[in-house]
Nanobody
Framework: QVQLVESGGGLVQAGASLRLSCAASGRTFGTYTIGWFRQAPGNEREFVGGIMWSGPSTSYADSVKGRFTISRDNAKNTVYLQMNSLKPEDTAVYYC????????????????WGQGTQVTVSS
């Protein structure tokens, strides 16, 4: 059974950095993509970025490009979301999700989801 567990959220001031982790277990993820999403109160869940488990491919939403970086540690089965220069509008619950094959931005394309971790950025 696939499990995704996010960690690393918290309360920070604007301009600070946080690194979220997504620990994956339950299968071999060689052909999978791990996506990061976020959902703020009253908003739909939105794509933040994604990385393929094999190879260098990454993709980012325009709103985070240049500030957020996704990486992975295959030995630890963990994907990271490094968030720099955080803004109050980055406040949301952040989720990681997994799907087979390539990176897409639609939430419905992802098969497995973590429970989410709260990120709050104060001004």
């Amino acid at each position: 059974q696939v499990q995704l567990v996010e960690s690393g959220g918290g309360l920070v001031q604007a301009g600070a950095s946080l690194r979220l982790s997504c620990a994956a277990s339950g299968r071999t993820f060689g052909t999978y993509t791990i996506g990061w999403f976020r959902q703020a109160p009253g908003n739909e869940r939105e794509f933040v970025g994604g990385i393929m488990w094999s190879g260098p491919s990454t993709s980012y939403a325009d709103s985070v490009k240049g500030r957020f970086t996704i990486s992975r540690d295959n030995a630890k089965n963990t994907v990271y979301l490094q968030m720099n220069s955080l803004k109050p509008e980055d406040t949301a619950v952040y989720y990681c999700a997994a799907k087979r094959w390539g990176i897409v931005r639609g939430t419905y394309d992802y098969e497995y989801w973590g429970q989410g971790t709260q990120v709050t950025v104060s001004s």
